[in-house]
């Protein structure tokens, strides 16, 4: 067995086999001085609080679907700035936008059965550019990757 942890440390502890040399011991070997970070950048679960790099995280924010509907990476910039400065710490937000006919911005399209990636400016690298401002203006994001309710229609 082989564990990975970020700082480049490497602990490995392989079980004899019947095909190796017997072994009552595991072999640890660190490719640098340096431990396992403790910054992570995500937000955990301490208890009945959230955390966010060891410190209690206070979530503020709301439901923006719309954020990659705006028309330009300027005004989703502004947006998020606008948020930050309102005191914001969270956005929940859209990671699909599923459609049967392409307009505006849209990640997916349906014909039939048949589902197409929009990777360009009008699709996944619009959702790029939510997400790298949410990251410029420090707010964390939450994503929703399906929608399993009709609503708005496409």
């Known amino acids: 067995m082989i564990c990975l942890v970020a700082g480049s440390t490497i602990a490995s502890s392989v079980p004899p086999t019947a095909t190796s040399p017997t ?40 439901n923006a679907y ?20 309102a005191g914001f710490t969270t956005l929940r937000t859209w990671g699909f936008n599923d459609v049967t006919s392409p307009s505006g911005t849209y990640y997916q399209l349906w014909s039939g059965s048949t589902a197409t990636v929009n990777t360009g400016a009008d699709g996944l690298a619009k959702f790029d550019t939510v997400v790298a401002a949410a990251k410029a203006a420090g707010i964390r994001l939450i994503i929703a ?4 309710w009709s609503g708005k229609s496409s």
């Open 23 to 62: 072994s009552t011991t595991s072999k640890i070997t660190s490719t640098t001085a340096t431990s396992a970070p403790t910054s992570t950048g995500f937000v955990k679960t301490s208890g009945t609080k959230f955390t966010l790099n060891g410190s209690t995280f206070t979530v503020v924010g709301s």
């Open 66 to 85: 719309w954020m990659a509907q705006l028309s330009s990476a300027a005004d989703i910039t502004q947006a998020f700035t606008d948020l930050k400065n």
């Open 145 to 148: 990757l399906t929608n399993n």
